[in-house]
Every structure is written in structure tokens, then in C-alpha cells.
């Protein structure tokens, strides 16, 4: 902006497009200190419960093991230099000297990237113990996985998009525990082996290990295809994006749904490789001891180390969380990278698009999708029908009756009602601090806070709980419920504030963009704010139930004594064969209550407000 100074009237020349009415008055002082008092618990909780534990265990084990650490941060500094080169790759030709100088430092810096990323992954591998690269490995080809099970569901989606109904098996899964899950394919396998499971202890591992593969299919692919579902419609409502979708010839549809769904695709794989590299509830839960040794992934092997170190002596643990921590870390930087800008549409069609259950098809025809959603319907339900019969009937050599053992059990109210207490003051947490940041950052345009707000999404668990625990520990708050409340709500803050963030965000000169900056009229701030409730809802849905389905932060924050309902039963899997009716009661019971809430929330408020954002 351009100022000019004439006899102490000061005028000044915008450098664009001014909107929004005048607001006379001097500047609000107190108006500023207020904002920033709003915005401070979230980012003191985020500083205190994330940030600062993991610095400390960055700390710890780059003492404990020096090279480990360097390899790491080589990791760390080539892939972000292959970032920033990919993000500025070239798209000129090579027809003058500056251009040729440029393609030269282009590919030096290419050459650096790779180079670092590789020696550090050397270094890296060297440093681990031999025992603990099993791990590593188990946990890579569970990566490997979420990237199979984003392309099946993107595949699933397609064909399935118009079938009436289909959504609500599809998202059932999800609304399970993995740990539940575990137990369920568990049952499973004692039902068809008649629990004699297998001779060999190489045929039990690998029973185990498809147990695993099934349990977390099970939980996942049903969700994803859902939200594919969702992001497809949308595009085939979009009057600019659907003649982009269906235009030219039908063989490349594949190519071209693929690059309008690819922003969907890297924030779904983002998430269930996030998953992937932290599966630990469906190890402990379906997995008996002797074998998660074997099975286990790299959140197993530490949850192990950690278990065994001294309040004086964790530097093995803390070095062992940095390797996972760097990989993630990267793969969040390369996803985010890839989410493009939502484009500007055109208006919303008048009336909504028929569905296909009402469109006069051909007998013939419409049988294969009323067959695909019986199929969907018996994977969906089959698991959950397992829990069901060992609940009334027991497993083999095993007594019936596990649900009205449980029901006058006062150790599962009291776990549920623990859990409840839990839940529900950390859910208010996180939508209450969440939303003065996202509004901020929405309209500050803040280009830094959104890969560091990713890196704090996908920072492993135990890159703080280690920490946390120790402190909590020597506090004398281990056992109690205060600090299980306030490390949920911190870890469920950063990806909060990003869903809040990109539902407040608006293209510029606008009304919409305007009320971020409160300089539009009262209506249209108040229907801004309304526009965004799907996206609150959204946020408030999935923190209650991630933390009514959590086990790993109970178990390392409140221990077992505080006992949430998963760390109830996950003392009855300790005599599985003796208890399995009073598990799959529990389990069954545990999973009312997210189940219901998953079902009524899904269509009016967790779609639109995770894929859909929020418009005027």
C-alpha cells in the first residue's frame, strides 16, 4: 500500500480490490486482547500436552542415540526438499541461459533431496536393534495397506454411488472400536477352529496376522467408501465439475474421476495410514500375548520399551518413536501438498438428482446392485452377529449367559460411566477452543499453520504420552481422570481446527469472506456462522467418538485404574476362553452408544460437514 503525506492528511492507495462496508471508530484495543484471550487455550493446550513433550523426547533420544536421531533428521531435510521441489518443478522449456541455469539447480536440489532421504534411511535402518526392525517392516506393510485399501474403496464407490441405503452399512464399522473389532474376528476364529486354532506356531502367527488384516479392513473400507460415495455425488451435482466427470469417452472415467476425487483421496490416505501405523487396540485385543511380539508394529514394540524403562532411563523409548515420527511427518507434508484449493462451482441444481433405485430399469439389471448391497449388508453385520451368538451362547467348552453377567456387573457401569465423564468434557474442549483458531486462520490466511497443524495431527501418540506420563506420574495425577480429559482434548485440537478452518474458509470479496473479518452485516455474519454448524457437528461427532472408543491414551495417561470400559475388557482377554461370553457382552454394550450416534449424525451433519464445507 502506497501512503502520501500532504499537510497531515495521509492518503493511501490500495493495491487491490477493497469490499466490505466502512467501520468508523478507532481501533478496538480491548477487541484485540479479547481475541487473542480466546485463541490462547487451544494453543496453550497444544504447547503443553503435544509440543513440549515431543521437543523432550526429540531431545532424549537424539542423546540416547545420536546417529539415530541424525538419520532421522536427513530423512526429514531430503524429503522436504523434494517437496519444495516437486511444489517448483519447472514448466518452461530450456530455450535461454537463466532457463538453463535454473533447470541445473532444479535438478541439484532433486539430487541433494534424494541423496539425504536415502543415506538417512540407511542410517536409520543400521541404528535400530535387529529385534525392533520387524516392527519397522510390519508396520510399513500396514501403510502399504491403507494405500491398497483407498484404491478398492475409490474402485467400490464408483458402481455403488447411487444405491439407495448403501451408506449406513458402510459406516457401521467405523463406529466400532478396533479394539472391539479384535475381539470380534477373534470369536471368529475360535468359532471356526472350534478353538484349537492351529499345530505350528508359524500357522497361529499367521491366523493372527489375518485376524489383524480383517478387523482393520472391516473398520475402514466401509468409511472410505462412503466418503468416496459422497465426494462423487457431490461432483455429479456440480454443474462445472460434472461435465469435466462424464464428458469424452467412458474408458477414461477412471482417469478423470481420479483426478477430480484426488484432494478426497490424499486426506483419506492420510488418515487411515495414520491408522495403519498405529495399530495397537486390535494387537492387544485380538492377539493373545505370546504372539504380539510377533505380530505387533512399531507402536507395540514401543508401548513394550516404554513399559520397561525406569522414569531415568526411557532414552531407548524415545529413540525408537523418532524413525515413525519422521516417516509420518513426511507423508503428511506429501498428502497435504497434494489437497488443492476447492474450485468455485456454479449454482446448486434446483431439484435434487433422482437416485437410481427410482429410475425404471430392467429386472436383469438392477439385480447385481441390489446383490452388492446384500453382500455389503452380511460383511457388515457379520462380525457384529458373532458378538451377538457368543454373547447368548458362549464359545466351545465356555458358559452362556455373558449378557446378564454383565448387565448386574457394576464394574462395566461404573467403566462406562467413567468413559462418559471422559468423553464428553473433552468433546466441549475441542469444539469450544478449536473455533476462535480456525477463525483466525481462516481469515489471517496463515500459510505456516496448516502443515504444522497437519504435523501435530499425525504426530505419533507416543511422541508425547511418554513424556506425559512420567509427569503425570510424578505429579501424583496418575489414575485420575483430569489429565486423560486434557491430553484427548489436546490431540483432538489440530485436526478439529483444520475441518473448522476449511468450512470458515471463503474466496475473497465475497459476503462470505467479508464476516470473517466482521465487515459485513449482522445477517450474514450470523448465516456464516450457521453455515458452519454441519462442520462443529462434524468435529463434536467424531471426538466423542474417538475418545469413547479410545485405548491406547487411557492406558497410558489414567493406567488401569480409572478404567475406561476398553481397559475393563481388556482385562477379560486375559482369560479369553474363560470369559469370552462376558467379552462380547461388553463389547456389544460399549458399542451402543458411538454406533448410534454415527447413524443419526451421518447424512445431515458428518458429510456435509467433512466433505461438503460450508457455503452461502
Same mark, same amino acid.
Given at each position: 500500500?502506497?501512503?502520501?503525506?500532504?499537510?497531515?492528511?495521509?492518503?493511501?492507495?490500495?493495491?487491490?480490490?477493497?469490499?466490505?462496508?466502512?467501520?468508523?471508530?478507532?481501533?478496538?484495543?480491548?477487541?484485540?486482547?479479547?481475541?487473542?484471550?480466546?485463541?490462547?487455550?487451544?494453543?496453550?493446550?497444544?504447547?503443553?500436552?503435544?509440543?513440549?513433550?515431543?521437543?523432550?523426547?526429540?531431545?532424549?533420544?537424539?542423546?540416547?542415540?545420536?546417529?539415530?536421531?541424525?538419520?532421522?533428521?536427513?530423512?526429514?531435510?531430503?524429503?522436504?526438499?523434494?517437496?519444495?521441489?516437486?511444489?517448483?518443478?519447472?514448466?518452461?522449456?530450456?530455450?535461454?541461459?537463466?532457463?538453463?541455469?535454473?533447470?541445473?539447480?532444479?535438478?541439484?536440489?532433486?539430487?541433494?533431496?534424494?541423496?539425504?532421504?536415502?543415506?538417512?534411511?540407511?542410517?536409520?535402518?543400521?541404528?535400530?536393534?535387529?529385534?525392533?526392525?520387524?516392527?519397522?517392516?510390519?508396520?510399513?506393510?500396514?501403510?502399504?495397506?491403507?494405500?491398497?485399501?483407498?484404491?478398492?474403496?475409490?474402485?467400490?464407490?464408483?458402481?455403488?454411488?447411487?444405491?439407495?441405503?448403501?451408506?449406513?452399512?458402510?459406516?457401521?464399522?467405523?463406529?466400532?472400536?478396533?479394539?472391539?473389532?479384535?475381539?470380534?474376528?477373534?470369536?471368529?476364529?475360535?468359532?471356526?477352529?472350534?478353538?484349537?486354532?492351529?499345530?505350528?506356531?508359524?500357522?497361529?502367527?499367521?491366523?493372527?496376522?489375518?485376524?489383524?488384516?480383517?478387523?482393520?479392513?472391516?473398520?475402514?473400507?466401509?468409511?472410505?467408501?462412503?466418503?468416496?460415495?459422497?465426494?462423487?455425488?457431490?461432483?455429479?451435482?456440480?454443474?462445472?465439475?460434472?461435465?469435466?466427470?462424464?464428458?469424452?469417452?467412458?474408458?477414461?472415467?477412471?482417469?478423470?474421476?481420479?483426478?477430480?476425487?484426488?484432494?478426497?483421496?490424499?486426506?483419506?490416505?492420510?488418515?487411515?495410514?495414520?491408522?495403519?501405523?498405529?495399530?495397537?487396540?486390535?494387537?492387544?485385543?485380538?492377539?493373545?500375548?505370546?504372539?504380539?511380539?510377533?505380530?505387533?508394529?512399531?507402536?507395540?514394540?514401543?508401548?513394550?520399551?516404554?513399559?520397561?524403562?525406569?522414569?531415568?532411563?526411557?532414552?531407548?523409548?524415545?529413540?525408537?518413536?523418532?524413525?515413525?515420527?519422521?516417516?509420518?511427518?513426511?507423508?503428511?507434508?506429501?498428502?497435504?501438498?497434494?489437497?488443492?484449493?476447492?474450485?468455485?462451482?456454479?449454482?446448486?441444481?434446483?431439484?435434487?438428482?433422482?437416485?437410481?433405485?427410482?429410475?425404471?430399469? =430392467?429386472?436383469?439389471?438392477?439385480?447385481?446392485?441390489?446383490?452388492?448391497?446384500?453382500?455389503?449388508?452380511?460383511?457388515?453385520?457379520?462380525?457384529?452377529?458373532?458378538?451377538?451368538?457368543?454373547?447368548?451362547?458362549?464359545?466351545?467348552?465356555?458358559?452362556?449367559?455373558?449378557?446378564?453377567?454383565?448387565?448386574?456387573?457394576?464394574?462395566?457401569?461404573?467403566?462406562?460411566?467413567?468413559?462418559?465423564?471422559?468423553?464428553?468434557?473433552?468433546?466441549?474442549?475441542?469444539?469450544?477452543?478449536?473455533?476462535?483458531?480456525?477463525?483466525?486462520?481462516?481469515? %489471517?490466511?496463515?500459510?505456516? %499453520?496448516?502443515?504444522?497443524?497437519?504435523?501435530?495431527?499425525?504426530?505419533?501418540?507416543?511422541?508425547?504420552?511418554?513424556?506425559?506420563?512420567?509427569?503425570?506420574?510424578?505429579?501424583?495425577?496418575?489414575?485420575?481422570?483430569?489429565?486423560?480429559?486434557?491430553?484427548?482434548?489436546?490431540?483432538?485440537?489440530?485436526?478439529?481446527?483444520?475441518?473448522?478452518?476449511?468450512?470458515?474458509?471463503?474466496?475473497?470479496?465475497?459476503?462470505?469472506?467479508?464476516?470473517?473479518?466482521?465487515?459485513?452485516?449482522?445477517?450474514?455474519?450470523?448465516?456464516?456462522?450457521?453455515?458452519?454448524?454441519?462442520?462443529?457437528?462434524?468435529?463434536?461427532?467424531?471426538?466423542?467418538?474417538?475418545?469413547?472408543?479410545?485405548?491406547?491414551?487411557?492406558?497410558?495417561?489414567?493406567?488401569?485404574?480409572?478404567? =475406561?470400559?476398553?481397559?475393563?475388557?481388556?482385562?477379560?482377554?486375559?482369560?479369553?476362553?474363560?470369559?469370552?461370553?462376558?467379552?462380547?457382552?461388553?463389547?456389544?454394550?460399549?458399542?451402543?452408544?458411538?454406533?448410534?450416534?454415527?447413524?443419526?449424525?451421518?447424512?445431515?451433519?458428518?458429510?456435509?460437514?467433512?466433505?461438503?464445507?460450508?457455503?452461502?
Amino acid at each position: 500500500m502506497y501512503t502520501v503525506d500532504s499537510n497531515g492528511l495521509e492518503l493511501a492507495l490500495a493495491t487491490r480490490r477493497l469490499s466490505g462496508p466502512l467501520v468508523p471508530g478507532r481501533h478496538p484495543h480491548i477487541e484485540v486482547v479479547v481475541n487473542y484471550l480466546v485463541r490462547a487455550p487451544a494453543l496453550v493446550l497444544m504447547g503443553l500436552l503435544l509440543v513440549a513433550p515431543a521437543l523432550y523426547t526429540v531431545g532424549l533420544g537424539a542423546r540416547t542415540h545420536p546417529w539415530l536421531a541424525l538419520g532421522c533428521w536427513l530423512q526429514l531435510l531430503g524429503g522436504g526438499a523434494l517437496l519444495i521441489v516437486d511444489r517448483r518443478r519447472l514448466r518452461t522449456g530450456m530455450q535461454s541461459l537463466p532457463s538453463v541455469f535454473a533447470f541445473t539447480v532444479w535438478a541439484f536440489a532433486a539430487a541433494l533431496g534424494f541423496a539425504s532421504l536415502t543415506v538417512g534411511s540407511m542410517m536409520v535402518w543400521r541404528q535400530l536393534p535387529r529385534a525392533s526392525r520387524s516392527a519397522y517392516l510390519h508396520t510399513a506393510g500396514w501403510v502399504a495397506l491403507a494405500l491398497v485399501l483407498v484404491g478398492v474403496a475409490l474402485v467400490l464407490a464408483w458402481p455403488s454411488r447411487r444405491l439407495p441405503w448403501l451408506w449406513w452399512p458402510f459406516i457401521v464399522p467405523f463406529g466400532v472400536s478396533a479394539f472391539t473389532s479384535g475381539i470380534a474376528f477373534r470369536l471368529i476364529l475360535e468359532t471356526v477352529t472350534r478353538g484349537r486354532y492351529f499345530s505350528g506356531v508359524a500357522a497361529e502367527r499367521y491366523a493372527f496376522e489375518a485376524v489383524l488384516v480383517a478387523a482393520f479392513v472391516w473398520t475402514w473400507l466401509g468409511l472410505l467408501v462412503g466418503l468416496f460415495r459422497a465426494a462423487i455425488l457431490a461432483i455429479e451435482d456440480d454443474p462445472v465439475r460434472a461435465p469435466e466427470l462424464t464428458g469424452g469417452p467412458r474408458w477414461l472415467i477412471p482417469l478423470r474421476l481420479w483426478t477430480q476425487v484426488r484432494p478426497v483421496a490424499s486426506v483419506a490416505f492420510l488418515v487411515v495410514a495414520v491408522a495403519a501405523a498405529r495399530v495397537f487396540d486390535a494387537v492387544l485385543g485380538a492377539v493373545p500375548r505370546s504372539l504380539q511380539h510377533d505380530v505387533g508394529t512399531a507402536t507395540v514394540e514401543w508401548w513394550r520399551l516404554n513399559s520397561a524403562c525406569e522414569s531415568n532411563s526411557c532414552g531407548e523409548a524415545a529413540a525408537y518413536a523418532l524413525p515413525l515420527t519422521a516417516a509420518l511427518v513426511l507423508a503428511a507434508l506429501f498428502a497435504q501438498d497434494r489437497i488443492t484449493v476447492r474450485r468455485p462451482s456454479g449454482p446448486r441444481p434446483l431439484r435434487p438428482r433422482s437416485s437410481a433405485w427410482r429410475e425404471h430399469l =430392467p429386472a436383469w439389471r438392477a439385480v447385481p446392485r441390489w446383490l452388492l448391497v446384500g453382500v455389503a449388508v452380511l460383511v457388515v453385520l457379520s462380525p457384529i452377529a458373532e458378538l451377538v451368538y457368543v454373547a447368548l451362547h458362549g464359545t466351545a467348552g465356555t458358559n452362556a449367559g455373558g449378557i446378564h453377567a454383565v448387565a448386574i456387573d457394576p464394574a462395566l457401569r461404573a467403566a462406562l460411566r467413567t468413559t462418559l465423564i471422559v468423553a464428553v468434557p473433552a468433546t466441549v474442549m475441542v469444539v469450544a477452543f478449536a473455533l476462535p483458531v480456525a477463525h483466525w486462520l481462516a481469515a %489471517a490466511r496463515v500459510r505456516i %499453520a496448516v502443515p504444522c497443524l497437519v504435523i501435530l495431527t499425525v504426530l505419533p501418540a507416543q511422541m508425547y504420552l511418554g513424556a506425559l506420563q512420567r509427569v503425570i506420574g510424578s505429579s501424583g495425577w496418575f489414575g485420575t481422570l483430569v489429565p486423560l480429559i486434557f491430553t484427548h482434548a489436546a490431540a483432538g485440537l489440530p485436526v478439529a481446527i483444520l475441518v473448522l478452518r476449511g468450512a470458515l474458509l471463503a474466496p475473497a470479496y465475497t459476503p462470505a469472506a467479508d464476516a470473517l473479518y466482521g465487515l459485513a452485516s449482522l445477517h450474514t455474519i450470523v448465516a456464516r456462522l450457521g453455515a458452519v454448524v454441519p462442520a462443529v457437528v462434524a468435529v463434536a461427532v467424531l471426538e466423542f467418538i474417538q475418545v469413547w472408543n479410545d485405548f491406547f491414551i487411557g492406558l497410558l495417561v489414567n493406567g488401569t485404574g480409572g478404567s =475406561p470400559w476398553s481397559l475393563l475388557l481388556w482385562g477379560y482377554t486375559r482369560q479369553f476362553d474363560e470369559s469370552s461370553a462376558q467379552l462380547a457382552s461388553g463389547a456389544l454394550i460399549s458399542a451402543v452408544v458411538p454406533l448410534a450416534l454415527l447413524l443419526v449424525c451421518w447424512r445431515r451433519w458428518l458429510v456435509p460437514g467433512l466433505a461438503g464445507g460450508a457455503r452461502i
